[in-house]
Nanobody, 119 residues
Framework: QVKLVESGGGLVQPGGSLRLACVVS????????MGWYRQAPGTQGELVAR???????RFGDSVKGRVTFSRDNARNTMYLTMSSLKPDDTAVYYC?????????????WGQGTQVTVSS
């Protein structure tokens, strides 16, 4: 089983920045895609950033130019750095990986970390 644990959320003032981390542990899998998603109350979840095994990246329209997606393979950790934060960025942020398996693709999610942007 694969486990994802996010950290780094909290209260941030508008215009501030923060870095979220997601530690991946457990069974080794062939990762196809890694990414971050978010969901604000009463809304559908949306993509924040995603990277595929071929290195292709995609960012959500609402965060383009304000986020950086990075990873530390030695620590099995991926990071999401966000800057120029706005109140609209308030949401629960989830990390996600999609693994290629003999049964087909399997997706794993973390438990989420709350980010609140407010003065």
């Amino acid at each position: 089983q694969v486990k994802l644990v996010e950290s780094g959320g909290g209260l941030v003032q508008p215009g501030g920045s923060l870095r979220l981390a997601c530690v991946v542990s457990g069974s080794i899998c062939s990762i196809n895609t890694m990414g971050w998603y978010r969901q604000a109350p009463g809304t559908q979840g949306e993509l924040v950033a995603r990277i595929t095994s071929d290195g292709s990246t995609r960012f959500g329209d609402s965060v383009k130019g304000r986020v950086t997606f990075s990873r530390d393979n030695a620590r099995n950790t991926m990071y999401l750095t966000m800057s120029s934060l706005k109140p609209d960025d308030t949401a629960v942020y989830y990390c996600n990986i999609a693994c290629d398996t003999a049964r087909g693709p399997v997706t794993y999610w973390g438990q989420g970390t709350q980010v609140t942007v407010s003065s």
